[in-house]
């Protein structure tokens, strides 16, 4: 008795790319959850990637976590992508303020809102 093969033709697999993420903060900006973001970013690809970071349930931002945050900003504008913030509790506004950087990045008060406008963008 023969043996039937089953052969499977190629096939041409679709290139999936991951151009979102929505990142929740919590507790302190510290240097792991600077890794958990940094990892996100490295899984976003091509042009016009969007990035949102809630940042609501952080208890602590210094200055240190401000920089790190309008970095990161930076950076996905240079990969043709944008970051948003978004803060519930409107804390980090203070500190964007304080640091002279109200709008870099743009904060929404939630994840929603900053969808909308990071699509239309």
Do not use: C, K, N
Not at 6 to 32: M, N
Not at 45 to 69: C, K, N, P, T, W
Request: overall charge negative.
């Amino acid at each position: 008795m023969g043996r039937s093969g089953i052969v499977a033709e190629p096939r041409e697999v679709p290139d999936f790319q991951r151009t979102w993420a929505i990142i929740a903060l919590s507790g302190s900006l510290d240097d792991a959850t600077v890794d958990q973001v940094e990892r996100e970013i490295a899984q976003l690809y091509g042009e016009g990637a969007r990035l949102i970071v809630d940042v609501s349930e952080l208890h602590f931002l210094d200055d240190h976590g401000v920089d790190v945050l309008v970095l990161l900003a930076h950076h996905m504008r240079r990969q043709g992508g944008l970051m948003a913030l978004t803060d519930r509790r409107g804390s980090i506004r203070e500190a964007l303020g304080r640091a002279g950087l109200p709008d870099l990045p743009p904060l929404f008060t939630s994840v929603a809102e900053a969808m909308l406008a990071l699509d239309h963008d």
